[in-house]
């Protein structure tokens, strides 16, 4: 008969599983419950006047943006991989350094440049003489200068997962796509282009989900959705419980979103089977081709991150140098430090989850894996209000006062961007095979040794893969540690915000070059691990 013991340890996975699904899932379903409670008269007045205009600029925006880093990213991901051109080994990780400048960053600084008296007018006025309130270059506060922005700043999640799955693609099905007669051109909208699919889709959900997330673009260019929507039902007319129905709202507009998708392409499969897998090669490119291809893969880089940045680096250094000052210091140092926080206990979670998956095969807790990873999709507006609900529930029960803690801070981050290091530690386990395990356990190792002296070593790159994407997206959230921050803890993003929000667009430019500096020494050894692990 089994000691008391041995029963318990077998039931450490299931434990473990549940006390973490509910930390992570009922800040969630607490919002959800809010559509139960009741409407007040602010609930009335929205549904009557915006909540109209909130869906439609969302879906509007989500449509627009999905169509340009479809665009952006695709076409390069394609012309990187199977074209040879000048400056093409520049581009392949050039075409990364967008990913380091927030919408909000990028939005704060083509209002300096765009705006009327900014920069680019008042260089064409200056120029051709011009009167000086005549303005060449239209405003970019609308609609179309937020799906340009956000294209910008996001492709290149669509342009990684894209460049992945055209590389992984054999070259046999091309040679024998082209003795079918199939164009080039044929062959990339017929063949490769389906073929990638699903790792496209991938990327297109992961920037529709940074889309509806974004609070501080749509709110500086004042263009009314539902996260913005959220701020003010809350701060502005001060009911909560109406924000929180607006946040349940949000979420079930994405999650439906999500199923469409999904039943879209649920009858659609691509099955890959060769004996071999040769590489493609390249096409070289010479004369105008390769000058077309040169241009193409610079408007990217140049839109989305020279010129912000140029702009950014000349307030900064012509009227705010004095930011940096011991106060910038404590801001620097409280967002590396959630980054990293936040990022080890995410990607160790995942290690132990995944493990126990690995160990013992179980669906129950498989959907339960997947269901904590669908935070990513959820507004961190929205989580933060299912944060400090579940705050609340944990003081009236246990006495212990979590609101305005770095802890609140941490754990949001955790909820929302688990799915990152969960994917990426996954997938590490999957290239390890279970021959491997088997060997070890059938020589005397425990379990526990398996973990520690195996797998882990060779989990060692998706550890650290995990580790740089988390931080990357904790150094640029900005709405959850708005809500969540305890009094007098700044973060670099919220120095930004707090500036841009009085429209001090000079003043904000110094922390927002910090943003994209601290944001950008994890993305390049992001670039470093990937192109080693492509030659290995």
């Not at 600084?109 to 680019?120: H, N, Y």
């Not at 990022?343 to 498989?366: D, H, Q, T």
């Not at 949001?412 to 590490?428: D, M, Q, R, T, V």
């Amino acid at each position: 008969m089994k000691s008391i013991i041995e029963k318990t340890l077998e039931k450490l996975p299931i434990l473990f599983f549940t006390f973490i699904s509910l930390i992570f899932l009922t800040p969630i379903i607490l919002i959800l419950t809010s559509l139960f409670q009741g409407y007040s008269d602010s609930w009335q007045h929205l549904f009557q006047t915006v909540l109209a205009e909130y869906l439609t600029n969302t879906t509007i925006l989500v449509a627009g943006v999905s169509i340009g880093v479809f665009v952006l990213g695709v076409s390069s991901a394609w012309i990187v991989t199977t074209c040879d051109f000048k400056g093409k080994k520049i581009f392949k990780w050039a075409l990364i350094l967008p990913l380091a400048i927030p919408p909000y960053i990028m939005a704060y600084a083509f209002t300096g440049l765009f705006d009327s008296g900014g920069t680019m007018n008042n260089v064409v006025n200056s120029i051709f003489n011009i009167d000086e309130n005549y303005n060449f270059f239209p405003s970019v506060r609308n609609l179309g200068g937020a799906i340009t922005i956000f294209s910008f700043t996001l492709y290149p999640y669509v342009y990684l997962i894209a460049q992945t799955a055209f590389t992984n693609q054999s070259r046999d099905v091309f040679d024998i796509a082209r003795t079918l007669g199939l164009s080039k051109k044929s062959t990339f909208y017929k063949l490769a282009l389906p073929l990638a699919r699903p790792s496209i889709i991938a990327g297109l959900m992961i920037v529709a989900m940074e889309t509806i997330s974004d609070f501080g673009a749509v709110e500086h260019f004042a263009i009314p959705t539902f996260t913005s929507g959220i701020f003010r039902t809350w701060f502005g007319m001060n009911d909560i419980v109406t924000a929180k129905q607006l946040a349940a709202v949000l979420f079930i507009f994405f999650l439906s979103f999500l199923l469409i998708e999904k039943y879209s392409r649920k009858k659609i499969q691509f099955n890959l089977s060769l004996t071999t897998n040769r590489e493609l090669v390249p096409i070289k490119l010479y004369g105008l081709k390769s000058l077309l291809a040169t241009i193409f893969c610079s408007i990217p880089i140049l839109i989305g991150f020279l010129i912000p940045i140029t702009q950014l680096l000349y307030w900064t250094i012509s009227f705010n140098l004095e930011y940096f000052d011991l106060n910038f210091v404590y801001s620097a140092i409280n967002t590396i430090s959630l980054a990293l926080i936040s990022g080890i206990f995410c990607v160790s979670v995942s290690i132990i989850v995944n493990y126990l998956l690995r160990m013992k095969e179980n669906r129950p807790l498989s959907l339960i894996n997947k269901a904590i990873s669908s935070g990513y999709g959820i507004p961190g507006v929205v989580l933060a209000l299912g944060v400090l609900d579940l705050f609340s529930l944990i003081n009236i029960f246990t006495d212990t006062m979590l609101i305005g803690s770095v802890f609140g801070l941490i754990l949001i981050y955790s909820i929302k961007f688990y799915a990152l290091p969960n994917s990426s530690i996954e997938s590490g386990f999957r290239k390890i095979n279970k021959s491997v395990d088997d060997a070890a356990l059938s020589l005397g190792s425990t379990k526990l040794n398996l973990l520690k002296r195996i797998h882990l070593p060779m989990l060692k790159n998706s550890s650290l893969i995990a580790l740089l994407l988390i931080s990357i997206e904790v150094i640029k959230e900005l709405p959850a540690t708005l809500i969540l921050r305890p009094f007098n803890f700044d973060t670099l993003s919220v120095s930004a915000y707090m500036f841009a929000s009085d429209e001090r667009m000079v003043e904000a430019a110094a922390p927002s070059i910090a943003i994209v500096i601290v944001s950008l020494i994890p993305i390049l050894l992001l670039i470093k691990i990937l192109d080693r692990n492509k030659n290995e």
